[in-house]
Antibody
Framework: EVQLVESGGGLIQPGRSLRLSCIAS????????MSWFRQAPGKGLEWVGF??????????EYAASVRGRFTVSRDDSKGIVYLQMNSLRTEDTAVYYC????????????WGQGTLVTVSS | DIQMTQSPSSLSASVGDRVTITCRAS??????LGWYQQKPEKAPKRLIY???NLESGVPSRFSGSGSGTEFTLTISSLQPEDFATYYC?????????FGQGTKVEIK
């Protein structure tokens, strides 16, 4: 069974850093690109970042709102994708979701349950 | 960036009604579009991928159509469990962008 489990959220002060993890199981993690999304309270969904599988270079893409502050990385040996969030702002407060981004039918088919990040002083 | 204009933003319909939600892309995205259902406090659930392909296990009352710039999600006979918010997402080019969402309420 495919599972994605996010962790690492919590209350953090503006300007500080936080790292989220998404632990994958039930599929060959190294064969999949992965993506992060977020949803601010009462708002719609927003794409945050993306990391290609190593076979596609392992390169990353980011939303303009987080570029230069957030970094997506992966550890294929552990089946984990990370979201390193630096210089956090109050507007980064959201539930953060990870999803696998395979090709065709396997594109964004499974999502984690989300982890809440609250940026507040 | 590709803008996704989703309409309506909300609707109220009766059980058994046919419901149609539309997403228009600001430029052509081939069929690189998915539809997602989200219930309160839950993760998004994929309903449709590549514009018209039904996710396994999703009831056949859901269908997707369109290509290029205009896409439609149709619920042929609305059921009480379909109360949710629906989003389209284009992944033709970065940044991926969602529509604003359509909140479906049951009359």
């Amino acid at each position: 069974e495919v599972q994605l489990v996010e962790s690492g959220g919590g209350l953090i002060q503006p300007g500080r850093s936080l790292r989220l993890s998404c632990i994958a199981s039930g599929f060959n993690f190294g064969d999949y690109s992965m993506s992060w999304f977020r949803q601010a309270p009462g708002k719609g969904l927003e794409w945050v970042g993306f990391i290609r599988k190593k076979g596609y270079g392992g390169t990353t893409e980011y939303a303009a709102s987080v570029r230069g502050r957030f970094t997506v990385s992966r550890d294929d040996s552990k089946g984990i994708v990370y979201l390193q969030m630096n210089s956090l702002r109050t507007e980064d407060t959201a539930v953060y979701y990870c999803s696998r981004a395979g090709l065709g039918w396997a594109f964004l088919d499974y999502w984690g349950q989300g982890t809440l990040v609250t940026v507040s002083s | 960036d590709i803008q996704m204009t989703q309409s309506p933003s909300s609707l109220s319909a009766s059980v058994g009604d046919r419901v149609t939600i539309t997403c228009r892309a600001s430029q052509g995205i081939r069929n690189d579009l998915g539809w997602y259902q989200q219930k309160p406090e839950k993760a998004p659930k994929r309903l449709i991928y590549a514009a018209f392909n039904l996710e396994s296990g999703v009831p056949s009352r859901f269908s997707g159509s369109g290509s290029g710039t205009e896409f439609t999600l149709t619920i042929s006979s609305l059921q009480p469990e379909d109360f949710a918010t629906y989003y389209c997402l284009q992944h033709n080019s970065f940044p991926w962008t969602f529509g604003q969402g359509t909140k479906v309420e049951i009359k």
